[in-house]
């Protein structure tokens, strides 16, 4: 059995370097469709109406100029390309998101830590 | 990889400050972005696009309270210093590289911005240092640094 190790999955996206941990999250929206005419009793019947994904990662990054730059990304409020390459399998991806969300730990004694969140628009390929 | 002790938060009632947070143990810049699903029946496929509607960002942090005549208050900013700031005065900020004695000659600017105080607390555990927490809430535009740094020192 080859398993996929996390180091072989990683976030693509100009922002992001020195990469720790990353999740990818793909969800269907859905909408209870069910109607006085169904018979299947108390269930719901959940349609999927709509698709989003997002990207959040966490890195070391700390040069002033990454930092910068993922201000500047921030302000622009700007879609980005984002993806994962996923090294030894066909589940890479990739499409177009914002940055939403960042923070940038700086704490007494410990490595510079920031985690960026990206939220998808539009589709993945 | 970078340390967090080079990296500080210089916080003043006025314009470019130059004061650090005296005996600060964490900082972190947290950035925020309210987005909109602006997809409407134009929009090919299922994925929803979103568009962004409005930035925020906060500062929180911690440091350790010092007697009042420690030396380290000394040009910097003290618990007692955070806690006069808490209110509607519009605070001065920038995050700095640092480096030299104490880590207080500023290398280059990260980041700068106005905010206000909107929360302190304190920790006070038996046989532990007493710690406070703050809040800063972003008042206005979160400033990219740049290559001309106003050198201030401690």
Redesign the interface.
């Known amino acids: 059995m080859s398993k996929i190790k996390g180091q072989d999955f990683k976030t693509s996206c100009a922002l992001v370097a020195?990469e720790t941990n990353c999740t990818v999250t793909v969800q269907g929206?859905t909408e209870d469709v069910t109607t006085k005419n169904d018979t299947a009793g108390l269930f719901a019947k959940d349609t999927?109406?709509?698709?989003?994904?997002s990207v959040q990662t966490d890195t070391?990054q700390?040069?002033?100029s990454q930092?910068?730059a993922i201000?500047?990304a921030?302000?622009a409020?700007a879609a980005l390309s984002v993806g994962w390459t996923v090294a030894g399998s066909n589940l890479s991806r990739g499409?177009q998101a914002?940055?939403?969300?960042?923070?940038?730990?700086?704490?007494?004694?410990?490595?510079?830590q920031c985690q960026l969140q990206f939220?998808?628009?539009?589709?993945?390929s | 990889m970078k340390k967090g002790q080079y990296i500080r938060l210089l916080l003043a009632t006025t314009t470019d400050p130059t004061t650090v947070i005296a005996a600060a143990k964490t900082m972190a810049l947290h950035g925020s972005a309210a987005t909109e699903d602006s997809s409407t029946k134009d929009t090919t496929g299922d994925y929803i696009e979103n568009e962004v509607t409005g930035l925020s960002y906060d500062i929180s942090g911690s440091g350790l309270v010092l007697t009042t005549t420690d030396a380290l208050n000394t040009g910097a900013v003290s618990a007692n210093d955070v806690l006069n700031m808490l209110g509607d005065t519009t605070l001065y900020w920038r995050i700095c590289l640092m480096e030299g004695t104490n880590n207080r000659t500023i290398v280059a600017d990260i980041a700068s911005g106005q905010a206000k105080l909107t929360q302190w607390s304190a920790q006070a555990q038996n046989k532990q240092n007493v710690t406070y927490n703050y809040t800063l809430t972003g008042y206005g535009p979160l400033v990219v640094g740049s290559d001309s740094v106003s050198s201030g020192t401690e």
């Open positions: 020195d929206n999927v109406v709509s698709k989003q994904w070391y700390a040069e002033v930092l910068r201000i500047t921030f302000n409020a499409g914002l940055l939403n969300d960042f923070t940038m730990q700086f704490d007494d004694r410990q490595t510079v939220q998808g628009t539009g589709g993945l």
